[in-house]
């Protein structure tokens, strides 16, 4: 079992940074392919990033490649993402999920959540 919990919300205007901490509790952090979704109104939650357990592979969807960046801290048993020059598209309910498994992407073969931080971006 582990414990998610999410923080690093909030609201900011088009061209912002924000960064987004997922603290881990429980079973060994280092075990886990820690990944990020969101969620928007009315919409299935989908994955934005994801890093494997030993942190050498990531997967990013192609709307946030070269402006999110996920990073895990062993040390702190934390995933981070950072989100660079945010637009209002990003605007969105964060949730931090782990899974044994080897990096998927799809929301159901990840079996911990934690209960999601509001990103908005005004234009």
């Known amino acids: 079992q582990v414990q998610l919990l999410e923080s690093g919300g909030g609201s900011v205007q088009a061209g912002a940074s924000l960064r987004l901490s997922c603290a881990a509790s429980?079973?060994?952090?280092?075990?886990?392919?820690m990944g990020w979704f969101r969620q928007y109104p009315g919409k299935e939650r989908e994955l934005v990033t994801a890093?494997?357990?030993?942190?050498?592979?990531?997967y990013y969807a192609e709307s946030v490649k070269g402006r999110f960046t996920i990073s895990g801290d062993n040390a702190k048993n934390t995933v981070y993402l950072q989100m660079n020059n945010l637009s209002p598209e990003d605007t969105a309910l964060y949730y931090c999920?782990?899974?044994?498994?080897?990096?998927?992407?799809?929301?159901?073969?990840?079996?911990?959540w934690g209960q999601g931080t509001q990103v908005t971006v005004s234009s």
């Open positions: 999920a782990a899974t044994l498994d080897w990096l998927p992407t799809t929301k159901r073969r990840y079996d911990y």
């Open positions: 429980g079973r060994t952090f280092s075990s886990y392919t």
């Open positions: 890093i494997s357990r030993d942190g050498s592979t990531t």
